[in-house]
C-alpha cells in the first residue's frame, strides 16, 4: 500500500498558499504576465500556513 503525504501547493511568485483547486486561477488573476508555474513542497513554509492547511488544501 503506497504512503499518503501531504502536499502544500505555492505561488512562485508571491510565496502564497494555494488552494489545491484554484491555484491556476490565482496565477492568471495576479500574475497575468508569468507563466503558469507552482511549487510543491511537502511541508509547510510559514508558520501560519500550517493553521490554514485544513482551509486551504482541503
Known sequence: ???VAEIYI???YCDD?????DFQKHIR???RDKPQRFIVRQHPTHPV???NVGKVAG
Not at 498558499?17 to 483547486?21: G, M, T
Open 29 to 31: 488573476r495576479k500574475h
Open 17 to 21: 498558499l494555494l488552494d489545491c483547486q
Open 10 to 12: 505555492y505561488c512562485p
Open 49 to 51: 500556513d500550517a493553521e
Open 1 to 3: 500500500m503506497p504512503a
